[in-house]
């Protein structure tokens, strides 16, 4: 019996895992140092390995605590060596909003890709930087390939 309840115990714990939730993880670093005011989100993302869905994923509140008020720049995304489907789409949200406005639509599953974030209504409907102030989430869609891999960075500057 006592091995019964610690198989099954074990089979709660390693569920996420045998069933193929996908996953991310985050880790935050200052490029050179933090006086140079640039700081890097990335997020290395796993897909489903049932339906190659990606989990809607919050950013660490950690991350807005160090850097609420700082200016996202750029993105760049790398599909990893099991690479995801061709014209895979990435939004980051704030408030229902797409932080980016689109721009991290259509992602190669072969090349390394930048995009800056699109700002609707700015002269020309320009490219520029996006300031963080609440939490942002990261959204990933239109992926078939069960446990496809890729990595998206996410560059902040401090201004003024």
Same mark, same amino acid.
């Given at each position: 019996m006592k091995k019964l309840a610690l198989i099954t115990m074990i089979f709660a714990l390693f569920t996420g895992s045998a069933f193929g939730q996908g996953a991310a993880t985050q880790t935050g670093y200052y490029l050179g140092s933090s006086a140079n005011g640039v700081f890097v989100i990335k997020f290395a993302?796993?897909? !489903?390995?049932?339906?190659? !869905?990606?989990?809607a994923i919050a950013f660490e509140s950690q991350w807005l605590d160090a850097i609420k008020g700082w200016h996202c720049y750029r993105a760049k995304t790398d599909p990893g060596a099991v690479a995801p489907t061709a014209n895979y789409?990435?939004?980051? *949200?704030?408030? =229902?909003?797409?932080?980016? =406005?689109?721009?991290?639509?259509n992602r190669s599953a072969t090349a390394t890709e930048f995009a800056a974030p699109y700002i609707p209504g700015a002269v020309a409907s320009a490219v520029g930087m996006v300031t963080m102030e *609440? *939490?942002? !989430?990261?959204?990933?869609t239109n992926n078939a390939v069960n446990s496809a891999t890729l990595d998206l960075w996410l560059f902040f500057k401090r201004v003024g």
């Open positions: 993302c796993v897909a !489903s390995a049932v339906d190659g !869905s990606f989990p789409d990435i939004a980051i *949200t704030e408030s =229902g909003g797409d932080v980016f =406005g689109g721009n991290l639509g *609440t *939490t942002w !989430s990261l959204v990933i």
